[in-house]
Nanobody, 117 residues
């Protein structure tokens, strides 16, 4: 059974940092692209960052220069380092396999990130 589990969300002050983790099981994780998405209350889910099986990365304009996506193939982990957090980064963050413009598999429970003073 394929499973991706997110963790690392927390309450943080504006300007702070968090590192989110995405742990995979049940798949040959290294062959897939993986994306981090987020969904804020009342808003559509949006792609924040994406990393290819080869390690190429892409970011939404809103997080460029502040967020960094990375992966540890041996550990089957994908990370999202978030720096200089802003209140507008508040959302539930999800990781999922991606292929082209599509997501693969089911959404997990996500991890809540709240940026507030």
């Amino acid at each position: 059974q394929v499973q991706l589990v997110e963790s690392g969300g927390d309450l943080v002050q504006p300007g702070g940092s968090l590192r989110l983790s995405c742990a995979a099981s049940g798949i040959t994780f290294s062959i897939y692209d993986v994306g981090w998405y987020r969904q804020a209350p009342g808003k559509q889910r949006e792609l924040v960052a994406r990393i290819s099986s080869g390690g190429n990365t892409n970011y939404a304009d809103s997080v460029k220069g502040r967020f960094t996506i990375s992966r540890d193939v041996a550990k089957k982990m994908v990370y999202l380092q978030m720096n200089s957090l802003k209140p507008e980064d508040t959302a539930v963050y999800y990781c999922i396999r991606v292929s082209g413009d599509y997501t693969l598999g089911s959404w997990g429970q996500g991890t809540q990130v709240t940026v507030s003073s």
